[in-house]
């Protein structure tokens, strides 16, 4: 599904001579292509959401170097790339659905404590893959895991 929508995409930024937009679908298809080639087989969608998260992630940690080397253009042009990118990902999980995720993974991994803290992210993590970002779940996760024992 996906690669046939990068393909899609890909001819229309070539006829509108989207450049920006081209260079960021070729190094996307160069990255999926390069996870299928290492593991064997075509990605399921889960690890194509997971390589246009870690696009992403690349560059949300790129720009800020960029501005404090006092790179502007190149910050710009990662923000370019980075909208593009976000706009393959599903819509991304609000507050409350994700403390409703968190809670039902607390209960799915039997969590009492922070030590369970994995157990949790392990039943959690696939349900908000390319939806969240992994680091706001894990903040969630250790705020809502203080809570129980609190409680």
Known sequence: MYSDRFLLEQQQAMKEG????????????????????????????????????????????????????????????????????????????SEEELAGKIEEAIVAAAAASLKDMGKVMAHLMPQVLGRMDGKIASEKVKEALLRIRQE
Do not use: H, W
């Open 18 to 93: 989207d450049k920006t937009r081209l260079s960021v679908l070729r190094l996307l298809r160069a990255a999926i292509k390069n996870r299928e080639v290492e593991k064997g087989r075509p990605l399921e969608e889960a690890e194509v959401i997971q390589a246009i998260t870690s696009a992403c992630k690349q560059r949300k940690d790129a720009i800020p170097q960029y501005l404090q080397g006092g790179r502007v253009d190149l910050a710009e042009k990662e923000e370019a790339e980075l909208k593009i990118l976000e706009g393959f990902l599903p819509p991304q999980m």
